[in-house]
């Protein structure tokens, strides 16, 4: 590894975030599979819709256990805004919209990344609860199971469009992004630009973990 980087997640961390994302990659392909008819396909290499709703119900059971690892580990430093410098951030858009000469500090994680988290945690959890109830439809009401296929397909919308943005944003839109959650270290030069707050809170706290350094004990 190279000396000098800084550590910006750890193994559970990345551990949390992979099996969420790609618990929602397979969800979103096997659920769009059993939804269109020309998409069928799809199911047909899994093995026809039969194994293809089965594997969608018990991947919404994994996806379901890693949102609420998830929710339990980031929510107090990413469900949560902090006032007003995330405001000032959202009013310039981060600089990522347009040429900003001083972009507000923000902590660990800034309000566009806020956001993605809060729609992921709150739809995520409406596809997990409608997911539930409708893989027993007999149970309850048929209108009632009905309106749930629409609030499932609702969150499926939501969670999609906030992923691409996050997508690019994770890798091209901001480059030296993608190695926090591929390898948990990045340049100080990044975390300095992206992250300045949070990276002066680590070395004021004496959290700040560097590649070929020893931790000081405190």
């Not at 096997?30 to 709703?53: D, P, Q, R």
């Amino acid at each position: 590894m190279k000396k000098g980087l800084i550590q910006a997640t750890d193994w559970y961390e990345r551990l949390v975030h992979w099996t969420l994302a790609l618990s929602c990659l397979f969800l979103c392909l096997t659920g769009l599979a059993m939804m269109f008819h020309s998409l069928n396909s799809i199911a047909n290499l899994m093995g026809g819709l039969t194994v293809t709703k089965y594997l969608h119900n018990f991947t919404g059971l994994l996806f379901g256990l890693a949102l609420l690892l998830a929710i339990k580990m980031w929510w107090h430093e990413a469900g949560v805004f902090s006032m007003p410098e995330d405001l000032e951030w959202i009013k310039v858009a981060g600089g990522y919209l347009w040429h900003v000469d001083a972009v507000p500090e923000v902590g660990k994680y800034n309000p566009g990344q806020k956001m993605f988290f809060l729609a992921v945690a709150i739809f995520g959890l409406v596809m997990v609860i409608t997911g539930l109830i409708m893989w027993f439809p007999l149970m309850f009401p048929s209108w009632f199971v009905r309106w749930l296929f629409t609030f499932h397909a609702l969150g499926f919308v939501v969670i999609s469009a906030f992923f691409f943005v996050h997508l690019y944003l994770g890798t091209i839109g901001s480059p030296g992004s993608a190695p926090a959650m591929f390898t948990g270290w990045v340049t100080r030069a990044w975390l300095k630009k992206q992250h300045p707050k949070w990276l002066k809170e680590m070395e004021e706290e004496g959290t700040l973990v560097v590649s070929g350094e020893e931790k000081k004990a405190h």
